[in-house]
């Protein structure tokens, strides 16, 4: 993905995010959230890009990632999610997970493949359709979720939750039947 074809801003955790992403794509545009405590005055920064622009929310894959995100969800539901999976952010000694671990290839893929959450659709996939396809209530179904979660670009999740994410992304059964294959 080139810079001119990103037009959102982006939104990343730290300083080191933010040069890592400059480094791949100069001139992309980034809001530091510097950290997990993330002020009022970014809060609406984000949602004024936002509404100008657009934002890609690309944060770490680990707890306080998660946090800053559904903070930010919260304000501002229509936001992108470019989501890293943490296998691909590792630091090199493999104590840190990070965007700014991530080589570049992962942070191209990710970001030219970032989904926005809706609740405004019907459900169509259950959890009776997750248990069918052995991703819950089975010994090996977590496993099989973060490797359904993974080629989707998705994150893991518990099976109420991965449904969930299913839906609000408005992915059909028939789609979640080629991905098992």
Same mark, same amino acid.
């Given at each position: 993905?080139?810079?001119?074809?990103?037009?959102?801003?982006?939104?990343?955790?730290?300083?080191?995010?933010?040069?890592?992403?400059?480094?791949?794509?100069? =001139?992309? +545009?980034?809001?530091?959230?510097?950290?997990?405590?993330?002020?009022? %005055?970014?809060?609406?920064?984000?949602?004024? %890009?936002?509404?100008? !622009?657009?934002?890609?929310?690309?944060?770490?894959?680990?707890?306080? =990632?998660?946090?800053?995100?559904?903070?930010?969800?919260?304000?501002?539901?229509?936001?992108?999610?470019?989501?890293?999976?943490?296998?691909?952010?590792?630091?090199?000694? =493999? !104590?840190? &997970?990070?965007?700014?671990?991530?080589?570049? +290839?992962?942070?191209?893929?990710?970001?030219?493949?970032?989904?926005?959450?809706?609740?405004?659709?019907?459900?169509?996939?259950?959890?009776?359709?997750? !248990?069918?396809?052995?991703?819950?209530?089975?010994?090996?179904? %977590?496993?099989?979720?973060? +490797?359904?979660?993974?080629?989707?670009?998705?994150?893991?999740?518990?099976?109420?939750?991965? &449904?969930?994410?299913?839906?609000?992304?408005?992915?059909?059964?028939?789609?979640?039947?080629?991905?098992?294959?």
């Amino acid at each position: 993905m080139k810079t001119d074809s990103i037009q959102e801003v982006i939104v990343v955790e730290g300083v080191h995010d933010r040069q890592k992403l400059e480094s791949i794509y100069p =001139g992309i +545009e980034c809001i530091v959230t510097g950290g997990s405590e993330i002020s009022e %005055a970014t809060l609406k920064l984000i949602e004024i %890009a936002n509404t100008s !622009r657009g934002v890609i929310l690309f944060l770490d894959p680990d707890f306080p =990632g998660r946090k800053i995100t559904n903070t930010i969800l919260e304000r501002v539901p229509e936001c992108k999610i470019a989501f890293m999976p943490s296998s691909e952010a590792k630091s090199k000694n =493999g !104590r840190k &997970v990070g965007v700014e671990h991530a080589n570049k +290839e992962s942070i191209e893929k990710v970001l030219a493949n970032v989904f926005t959450l809706r609740d405004d659709i019907a459900d169509t996939i259950t959890l009776e359709d997750l !248990r069918i396809r052995g991703l819950l209530g089975d010994k090996h179904s %977590a496993l099989k979720r973060n +490797e359904v979660s993974s080629k989707l670009g998705i994150p893991p999740a518990n099976g109420k939750t991965f &449904v969930k994410l299913l839906n609000m992304l408005s992915i059909d059964i028939h789609t979640l039947d080629e991905v098992l294959k």
